[in-house]
């Protein structure tokens, strides 16, 4: 997505406000970027970022030792790459040119760059290589053993559970599918000599289910007999590990099996254009917050939100420059959101906000500061500049007890929101039992 110096791309931003106050607003996490380039250079990639939450500080004013998200350099400014080389130890470093020679890269790579930005600075190019420093999206892998002897389990659940798996353990096989129900692992680790049960045959039961049958499986043994490993593999068992176990081994196998499980899932469940959650995701999340929240007796707010006059922009500009609106939008509100809240593409030019712990009027506030953001993005098609808005509608989980109606109240709020005008936010207003109809 590459342009050359001089060309217009949509999507860029030209001008952005000062970052907000966000005094008695859900904070969204606090980011540095180190930037280095010319005056004008650092000026346009200030106002791009920091009227979206990010600190942006100069090179010169950079204390290594502060927590820093990514750096930004322009080559221009750093012949050598020295400086890419020294900060890359300490953050991603992406590079501020237009250079794509083959050679360039190389060197590049070489000195520690994780990536090139094109100049101008692209809203869409920017927001998503600031994303992937976030992993605010990409969950942890979840891994379920499944062994009877529950002492050698703890010790492999601790190892895993160091190198970041969250890890669940049973020690009956008769429990196994109740506890891929709710736990949902990306793998399990299955022991074979179990007296309650086989584990071959534990996983010819999972398999009996459609939505299991390509779920990982790594199978422990201390038999060592070839038939029983062909038995494994014919069972749909991704690998065979001989008991008893080198635990550094074992972890390398899972965190690398449940990775790429992880990655499957992610393609399953995401918007192909935006990265978001689908409709589909998004509402078996919701579901499971109102589970959650219910056992916690905690509150939560779900938000609406539709792209104002969004056809209009398609009619005159073209679905490409749509497109970037739509993706600019998203990486706003993963931006702008905390790494616990839940972000869908509802459909269309339709979004959806599970925002956690928080009631309507913090919901409110929160979503307010991201309208005020949003409707001062400049895009740019052609000659054209133009600006866009969007409307929402709050719901809060004190208001109902599911999560079709839920969505229905914030739906309505949201017709409201449109009916008076867009670029506002609407809450849904609770009729208490006293309340006359009207």
């Known amino acids: 997505m590459g342009a050359h110096d001089g060309d217009k791309v949509p999507g860029t931003v030209s001008k952005l406000p000062a970052k907000a106050s966000t005094q008695g607003i859900i904070e969204s996490p606090n980011k540095t ?6 005056d004008d250079g650092f000026e346009q990639a200030s106002l791009l970022l920091g009227g979206l939450g990010f ?15 990514v750096a930004l350099i322009n080559p221009d400014c750093d012949p050598g790459l020295e ?31 994780q990536g090139l930005l ?9 927001f998503a290589c600031l994303e992937e420093t976030r992993q605010s999206d990409i969950p942890e892998a979840r891994v379920l053993i499944v062994d009877d002897d529950e002492l050698t389990a703890s010790v492999y659940a601790m190892a895993l559970e ?29 022991d074979i000599d179990m007296p309650q049960a ?25 038999i060592a007999r070839k038939e029983i490993q062909e038995e494994a593999r014919e069972v749909g068992g991704d690998d065979f590990i001989k008991k008893p176990v080198d635990v550094g081994y074992l972890v390398k196998m899972v ?6 499980a992880v990655e499957l899932r992610q393609i399953m469940v995401r918007d192909g254009l935006t990265g978001l959650y689908n409709h589909v995701r998004f509402k078996e999340a919701l579901n499971a917050e109102f589970n959650r929240s219910a056992r916690a007796q905690s509150v939560f707010t779900v938000a609406l939100i539709d792209l104002d006059r969004f056809k209009s922009i398609n009619d005159t500009f073209g679905h490409q420059v749509g497109d970037t609106v739509i993706q600019t939008f998203a990486t706003l509100l993963k931006s702008s959101l905390r790494n616990i809240d839940v972000i869908g593409r509802y459909g269309g030019e339709e979004f959806a906000v599970i925002l956690l712990d928080a009631t309507p009027a913090q919901a409110e506030a929160t979503m307010d500061r991201i309208r005020r953001e949003f409707e001062r993005i400049e895009f740019i098609a052609g000659e054209e500049v133009f600006h866009t808005t969007f409307s929402c509608g709050l719901a809060g989980s004190e208001d109902e007890r599911g999560g079709e109606t839920l969505l229905s109240l914030a739906d309505a709020a949201l017709y409201e929101a449109k009916a008076s005008g867009r670029n506002c936010i609407r809450k849904h207003q609770p009729r208490w039992p006293n309340q006359a109809e009207h």
């Open 255 to 260: 965190r690398m099996r449940a990775a790429r």
């Open 118 to 126: 094109s100049s101008p600075l692209n809203a869409v190019e920017v």
């Open 83 to 113: 400086t890419c080389a020294s900060l890359s130890k300490l953050c991603k470093v992406l590079l501020l040119t237009n250079e794509r020679d083959f050679a360039f890269k190389i060197g590049a790579v070489a000195k520690g760059a």
């Open 33 to 38: 970027v180190v930037i280095l380039d010319s």
């Open 198 to 222: 086989s584990g071959l045959n534990v996983a010819r039961a999972i398999r009996l289910d459609p939505q299991f049958t390509s779920l990982p499986i790594l199978f422990l043994s201390s």
């Open 162 to 190: 160091e190198c970041g798996l969250r890890v669940a353990v049973i020690s009956d096989p008769l429990q196994a599918e109740a506890a891929i129900g709710e736990f949902r692992p990306d793998l399990v680790i299955m």
């Open 55 to 69: 600190d942006v500080v100069p090179l010169a004013n950079f204390d290594k030792t502060q927590d820093c998200a």
